[in-house]
């Protein structure tokens, strides 16, 4: 997770919102890594996750990417939800939980839904409080902070 975390570093230069993933191979050793490009790419598509898993698929030689880890900063969207399903990752971890739009057990459960065919393991809330406090900042610096209602 820490890798994520360094990783979703890189977004922050065209204020991007600070996502980062890692793909590990059967051994633990990584295979790529990314972070949110939406700004930087103008693609809407091109989330930390979604761009981790192609360019691991590349390295790779195949789209299947059985026995791998995704490892990222927050929990996956629907759409990157569905590019792990479709990428037969063996493996989810994540760290900071989305409410608004969380796929992985928040706002649905796309990635253990069993009427899929692929489902992997996850495991939710690693550095939870490091992954949350990063995009916490960001959005502060975007949006200034939210009042609390008494």
Same mark, same amino acid.
């Given at each position: 997770? #820490?890798? /994520?975390?360094?990783?979703?570093?890189?977004? +922050?230069?065209?204020?991007?919102?600070?996502? *980062? &993933? =890692?793909? @590990?191979?059967?051994?633990?050793?990584?295979?790529?890594?990314?972070?949110?490009?939406?700004?930087?790419?103008?693609?809407?598509?091109?989330?930390?996750?979604?761009?981790?898993?192609?360019?691991?698929?590349?390295?790779?030689?195949?789209? #299947?990417? /059985?026995?791998?880890?995704?490892?990222?900063? +927050?929990?996956?969207?629907?759409?990157?939800? *569905? &590019? =792990?399903? @479709?990428?037969?990752?063996?493996?989810?971890?994540?760290?900071?939980?989305?409410?608004?739009?969380?796929?992985?057990?928040?706002?649905?459960?796309?990635?253990?839904?069993?009427?899929?065919?692929?489902?992997?393991?996850?495991?939710?809330?690693?550095?939870?409080?490091?992954?949350?406090?990063?995009?916490?900042?960001?959005?502060?610096?975007?949006? *200034?902070?939210?009042?609390?209602?008494?």
């Amino acid at each position: 997770m #820490r890798a /994520a975390l360094e990783e979703a570093l890189g977004a +922050l230069p065209a204020a991007d919102v600070p996502v *980062g &993933a =890692v793909v @590990l191979d059967e051994t633990g050793t990584p295979v790529s890594r990314a972070h949110n490009e939406r700004e930087a790419t103008g693609d809407p598509t091109a989330h930390a996750e979604v761009l981790a898993l192609r360019r691991a698929a590349a390295v790779r030689g195949e789209w #299947r990417l /059985a026995g791998c880890t995704l490892v990222v900063t +927050l929990e996956p969207c629907a759409m990157c939800a *569905g &590019a =792990v399903t @479709l990428s037969r990752v063996e493996r989810v971890v994540f760290g900071a939980w989305d409410p608004k739009a969380g796929a992985a057990g928040s706002l649905w459960d796309l990635l253990r839904d069993r009427r899929l065919n692929s489902r992997p393991e996850v495991v939710g809330g690693v550095l939870e409080r490091e992954t949350g406090e990063l995009l916490r900042a960001f959005f502060e610096g975007h949006r *200034g902070p939210t009042a609390v209602e008494g």
